[in-house]
């Protein structure tokens, strides 16, 4: 019997080789294919629905699960951006030596309106209309002379935050001047910089749709050329005199105020030895 047994079985294999060779299945085999094409088109189309993590030539924060979070992907950086204050919690951006320099101007700009982001939840032009406040850029427009797109999108107003005037003119102003000096001394370096809101307290806003008036902002800078290094700065929203020595913070302490993760894919040693270290000597 068992004999009897394995010879079946061998014809029967042989049969199937043979269907198979011809080209012919049975309804049983043809039935047994379309599931599994079906089944690998719907998971592949299902796949391809899944948004990929975009690799960045930049450093990006860790995500952010304690307050609304919507991440745009812009020419010359990118936002995380709250529909709740109607501003950014942070905006980040390579530069480059090369990206400090080019013929668009801003004097060819005006600020508008995001309509990637829902009518309600976006902050307006007429926002900041007689509210004694700038329309401070985070990334700012003098980062993006380089390409037409990057400078006209440096003016979203979800890179936009309200900013006293004098701390836009002055102390803000010059700490982009330095960042773009860094970049062309060490080639390029990755900057994250956003604002500061009080932690108790009332929170101050602008206009009907209630735009965040920042207590401060926030800026870190990051080095990878040669030994990476980096450097963080805190500047009150107000219109005083306020130091670069006054202003300066490691990057742990800012981390800790903001509840951010600046720089995440670091090498865990070297971020823990950079962001420990804020020394305007190892930047000079």
């Avoid at 965040?212 to 219109?239: D, H, T």
Wanted: charged letters at 25%; proline letters at 5%; one cysteine or more.
């Amino acid at each position: 019997m068992k004999m009897v047994k394995k010879y079946w079985v061998l014809l029967v294999l042989m049969a199937l080789v043979l269907s198979c060779r011809n080209g012919k299945m049975s309804e049983v085999q043809v039935a047994d294919a379309q599931t599994s094409t079906s089944f690998y088109q719907t998971h592949s189309t299902e796949a391809q629905k899944v948004k990929k993590p975009k690799v960045t030539q930049y450093e990006l924060p860790a995500p952010l699960t304690d307050r609304p979070e919507q991440i745009l992907e812009r020419k010359g950086y990118t936002t995380s951006y709250n529909s709740k204050s109607k501003t950014p919690n942070w905006v980040a951006w390579h530069l480059t030596k090369a990206h400090t320099y080019g013929d668009n101007q801003r004097k060819n700009e005006v600020f508008f309106e995001d309509e990637t982001i829902a009518q309600d939840l976006r902050a307006t032009n007429n926002d900041y209309y007689n509210s004694r406040y700038d329309r401070g850029h985070m990334c700012p427009a003098g980062d993006n002379k380089w390409d037409a797109q990057a400078m006209r999108e440096s003016f979203l107003f979800t890179n936009i935050c309200p900013q006293n005037h004098g701390l836009n003119k002055y102390e803000w102003n010059d700490l982009e001047i330095q960042c773009r000096d860094w970049a062309r001394a060490y080639g390029a370096i990755d900057i994250v910089c956003g604002p500061l809101f009080p932690a108790t307290g009332d929170q101050k806003t602008i206009g009907r749709s209630k735009v965040w008036v920042p207590e401060a902002f926030f800026k870190v800078i990051l080095c990878r050329q040669g030994k990476p290094k980096a450097i963080g700065f805190i500047y009150r929203n107000e219109g005083v005199k306020q130091t670069p020595e006054e202003a300066l913070h490691t990057v742990d302490e800012i981390e800790a105020l903001t509840g951010i993760d600046f720089f995440p894919s670091l090498d865990d040693d070297i971020e823990t030895r950079i962001e420990a270290k804020a020394d305007l000597a190892d930047w000079n």
